[in-house]
T-cell receptor, first 112, second 109 residues
């Protein structure tokens, strides 16, 4: 099992560019989440999904979109990147709320 | 409102000293709480969950509903414990988990 994987590991964008981050899990988990991690602010939930074809907004959804077309994949899109979106992005999945979350290795994104 | 508070951004203790990382929560329902650890440049890993009442790497955490706390403790700190620690609350009615802002634990030799 690969667990939770994220692509890419690093990326540098210019303001206004777009990109998609891919999260994949091979544990057949229903729940998937995207977080951003910033110094002094911990982990903040961007969007999440409770099953294939469903998405919901988290704490800081503005400027991001997501899709969950397949159960194993959860995509995070930035349509027009801004410097405020410079962060480390973590994906997580879970089979149930009491089971704990499994995290990906993170994607370090810099927007210039 | 649901909230997880970790009042200490940084905690520095000597090797062999006891460690206590504080976590307080605000939640109207029955809480399910976790501690996660993130070693330098690694992904977050589940350290322990309150429902299992387990001890992992010498760490324990007790849920105190009266004080709405879930502090993480270890009697004798080791250098390899240096990491970022996050307390997390499951917000079951919304199918999500809320993290505190984290405490960086630094163990001095």
């Amino acid at each position: 099992n690969a667990g939770v994987t994220q692509t890419p590991k690093f990326r540098v964008l210019k303001t206004g560019q777009s990109m998609t981050l891919l999260c994949a899990q091979d544990m057949n988990h229903e729940y998937m989440y995207w977080y951003r991690q910033d110094p002094g602010m911990g982990l903040r939930l961007i969007h999440y999904s409770v099953g294939e074809g469903t998405t919901a907004k988290g704490e800081v959804p503005d400027g991001y979109n997501v899709s969950r077309l397949k159960k194993q994949n959860f995509l995070l899109g930035l349509e027009s990147a801004a410097p405020s979106q410079t962060s480390v992005y973590f994906c997580a999945s879970s089979y149930g709320l009491a089971g704990g979350w499994f995290f990906g290795p993170g994607t370090r994104l810099t927007v210039l | 409102a649901q909230r997880v508070t970790q009042p200490e951004k940084l905690l520095s203790v000597f090797k062999g000293a006891p460690v206590e990382l504080k976590c307080n929560y605000s939640y109207s329902g029955s809480p399910e709480l976790f501690w996660y650890v993130q070693y330098s440049r690694q992904r977050l890993q589940l350290l322990l969950r309150h429902i299992s009442r387990e001890s992992i790497k010498g760490f324990t955490a007790d849920l105190n509903k009266g004080e709405t706390s879930f502090h993480l403790k270890k009697p004798f700190a080791q250098e390899e414990d240096s990491a970022m620690y996050y307390c997390a609350l499951v917000y079951s009615s919304a199918s999500k988990i809320i993290f505190g802002s984290g405490t960086r634990l630094s163990i001095r030799p």
